[in-house]
């Protein structure tokens, strides 16, 4: 393979990744929206689905957002992943409208920058590295919920909210690609706080989520693109299947000490996948996650978590079929309206063998006018 043919397929290839392979498959469509956001979070494995309750739950659980504390709650995030190449960056603003209704904002923006284009590398058999440019692929998604909780009659002690999202996204592939697409999360959860369990649903692009594709090429890149047998992509339309997660919690507490144990369990239906349940028709992909709190005063508490995660069956080095798990781990502590939180996050699953991908992830909260 010359090295005209190399440099083409290579530009080839990161376009297709990034708009996932959008002319057929939707399976890991928006993938990007599933990484999880918030360092407690991500230090319990994802599994918080049911006992959310702060301005993170406008990603995980929307209708959550009516239990956070504080009139306004603002956090951010910032990741890098696979060794610096990608970024990952979260912001999220909520307040509460009322006693019983909250309403909050999110951004996310999954990034790789300065990747290199090599289509004009090569002009009338001749090589010139000052015609070497180079551009950035984005995913952004901004994310609007809405919660709301209601009185149940003659239960004191349970409470009930619902909630929705509705969400814009924009995918940029360099000046190769553009996407615009659009969606709805709906979610409820069921809280006994006398008993401290809490119950959590979430249907994710719950009328499917549409991106439409975009493709811009010269004829100069779509001559290359034919020269090294690569398909030229056509304008499409990218579908986001529903997935349902559900998840249970149980909290209890011992005089200074706070417990916190949660599962999750994540459907999907587009599909097979490698998860720990998995089939043509459906996948189930299960999650858990704990939190240990110490109150060493009404303004200061310390967290340690831990969680597992994408528990997956993969062939080791010598060939058989293991069984693998990813770990994570977590710290955190609050200073009255202040949190930073910490995780030890591994987005791909380890078994007996295989690299340690770890990631250090922090996030902040700030909450205002806290009650």
């Not at 991500?42 to 995980?60: I, K, Q």
């Not at 999954?110 to 180079?134: A, H, K, P, Q």
């Not at 594709?213 to 056509?234: G, M, S």
């Not at 559900?246 to 490698?274: C, I, M, P, S």
Request: proline fraction near 2%; charged fraction near 20%.
């Amino acid at each position: 393979m010359n090295f005209k043919l190399k440099t083409a397929v290579l530009v080839c290839f990161v376009c297709l990744v990034r708009m996932g392979f959008s002319q057929n498959a939707t399976k890991y469509s928006n993938e990007f929206l599933q990484i999880g956001v918030g360092a407690r979070s991500l230090g319990m494995g994802g599994s918080v689905l049911a006992s959310s309750n702060d301005v993170y739950s406008g990603y995980w659980n929307p209708a959550s957002l009516v239990k956070m504390e504080g009139n306004v709650q603002i956090a951010l995030m910032h990741a890098s992943y696979f060794a610096g190449i990608a970024n990952y960056d979260y912001g999220a603003w909520a307040t509460k409208m009322s006693n019983n209704s909250a309403l909050g904002i999110s951004v996310v923006r999954f990034g790789v920058d300065g990747i290199v284009n090599t289509f004009d590398l090569i002009r009338n058999g001749e090589i010139d590295y000052n015609r070497v440019t180079s551009f950035n692929t984005s995913d952004l998604a901004i994310i609007l919920s809405y919660a709301r909780e209601e009185k149940i009659d003659g239960y004191k002690n349970i409470s009930f909210s619902w909630g929705a999202n509705a969400k814009y996204i924009r995918r940029k592939v360099g000046p190769f690609a553009k996407a615009n697409g659009f969606g709805f999360d709906i979610s409820a959860q069921l809280s006994n706080e006398k008993k401290g369990l809490s119950f959590g649903a979430v249907l994710r692009d719950a009328t499917s989520t549409f991106n439409s594709w975009r493709y811009t090429f010269t004829d100069a890149q779509k001559d290359v693109l034919a020269a090294t047998q690569n398909a030229i992509p056509k304008n499409t339309l990218e579908i986001t299947l529903p997935r349902l997660i559900v998840g249970v919690a149980k909290q209890w507490e011992k005089k200074n000490w706070l417990f916190l144990a949660e599962t999750n369990l994540n459907f999907t239906t587009d599909g097979q996948r490698n998860v720990l349940v998995s089939s043509k028709s459906f996948n189930i992909d299960p999650t858990i996650g704990g939190e240990i709190a110490y109150e060493i005063d009404k303004k200061t508490k310390l967290f340690f978590r831990t969680g597992l995660n994408n528990f997956q069956r993969k062939t080791n080095s010598k060939g058989k079929t293991v069984s693998s798990v990813a770990p994570n781990i977590g710290l955190g502590i609050v200073l009255e309206n202040f949190t930073l939180d910490y995780a030890l996050s591994n987005l791909s699953a380890i078994g007996d063998s295989g690299a340690k991908l770890y990631s250090n992830i922090f996030s902040l909260k700030l909450a205002i006018n806290k009650k």
